[in-house]
């Protein structure tokens, strides 16, 4: 069996992120000889629809089952329809959260657990405010008005009501997107780091 878990980092020691379309990266681990391949979320800086492109980018791995934090309902369709368990509410280490799923301590989910809402913004500016710069405002539909190709077409079949964010859910967001770019920042001199080595 193959189980994909959102995590922070590359190894099987690593937290799991508890955000799906915004993961660092997917560990694709055989449940049966805890071999892994770890992989790069290519959506996790996206503008918008991280969720979809996140969903996309892993539906092709063979996978069965998904252990995340949280899944929207823009991406939990097209896990569903590929025949993939989504499994929320995991915490801990990659490793500890397979070993919970393996005893049967975690359930599989069919309904989102977060609402849709676009990744960094949408607005004009570079501003933190609601609409603007890099604060996700939840988004009132199902499906954001831009969808990136290719697009798997799928049906929701609710809706998802808006909510209005409180200040205090604003500024952890907030707080929680400086430190996923802090650590998308190291990864990104250390590969630059990597090649100014290499090309001596």
Known sequence: MKICVTATDRSLDASVDPFFGRCRY???VDSETMEFEALQNPSASAPGGAGIQAAQAIVNKGIDVLL?????????PILSNAGIKVVTGTSGSVKDAIEQYKKGALKPTTVPTTPAYFGMGRGRGRGMGRGRGGWCRWYPHPVPYHMPEPYIPYEVPYEVPYTEPSREEEIAHIEEMLESLGDELKDVKERLKELSEEAK
């Open 68 to 76: 995340t934090g949280d899944i929207g309902p823009n991406a939990l």
């Open 26 to 28: 997917f560990i694709i």
